[in-house]
């Protein structure tokens, strides 16, 4: 069955950055484009952008070019979401989910951004 | 960026009520309009897709329909397990949007 498995919570000090992970199975991970999405608590969903395992092909929701970078690693079939400059705005739930349609999400890792 | 608008905000049922929500795109987005419900402190789940194809092991009470940019997710004869936020997507093209969802809160 396929998964996507997601750590639970990250704690981060402000101005730091995060790598956040999305381990993939049951399914082959080239075959899927990947996407991550941001919910602030008691907010709704926002789309951050997307990955093409096959080809490390990107794309990006302007608002978080320069916050978020995506990458996989194929041989673990894992993808990977690096936020950097981190402030009290990025804390929320991360979650990754796959397809053109997302019919596949992971639990969500909680990014908490405090001192 | 396709905007999505969703409305009513939040609606209060009786189980066994049908209800409809909608979903209006800013532009066309064909058919590729996804529904996904929500569910407090889990992860949303794919609910139709396609603006009317049925997804498995989502009860045969939901159902979509509409075209270009005017959708309607609807619930026939809901259930208390039913509650939670619903939210349709821009599948058209990038940057994939949200709605800002529907809140379905149970009398």
């Known amino acids: 069955q396929v998964q996507l498995q997601q750590p639970g919570a990250e704690l981060v000090k402000p101005g730091a950055s995060v790598k956040m992970s999305c381990k993939a199975s049951g399914y082959t991970f080239n075959s899927n484009w990947m996407h991550w999405v941001k919910q602030r608590p008691g907010q709704g969903l926002e789309w951050i952008g997307t990955i093409d395992p096959s080809d490390s092909y990107t794309s990006y929701n302007q608002k978080f070019k320069g916050k978020a970078t995506l990458t996989v690693d194929t041989s673990s079939s894992t993808a990977y979401m690096q936020l950097s400059s981190l402030t009290s705005e990025d804390s929320a739930v991360y979650y990754c989910?796959?397809?053109?349609?997302?019919?596949?999400w992971g639990q969500g890792t909680t990014l908490t951004v405090s001192s | 960026d396709i905007v999505m608008t969703q409305s009513p905000a939040t609606l209060s049922v009786t189980p066994g009520d049908r209800v409809s929500l909608s979903c209006r795109a800013s532009q066309s987005v064909s058919d590729y309009l996804h529904w996904y419900h929500q569910r407090s402190h889990e992860s949303p789940r794919l609910l139709i897709k396609y603006t009317s194809q049925s997804i498995s092991g989502i009860p045969s009470r939901f159902s979509g329909s509409g075209s270009g940019s005017d959708f309607t997710l609807s619930i026939n004869s809901v259930e208390p397990e039913d509650v939670g936020v619903y939210y349709c997507?821009?599948?058209?093209?990038?940057?994939?949007?949200f709605g800002g969802g529907t809140k379905l809160e149970i009398k």
């Open positions: 989910t796959r397809g053109g349609v997302l019919d596949y």
């Open positions: 997507q821009n599948g058209h093209s990038f940057p994939y949007t």
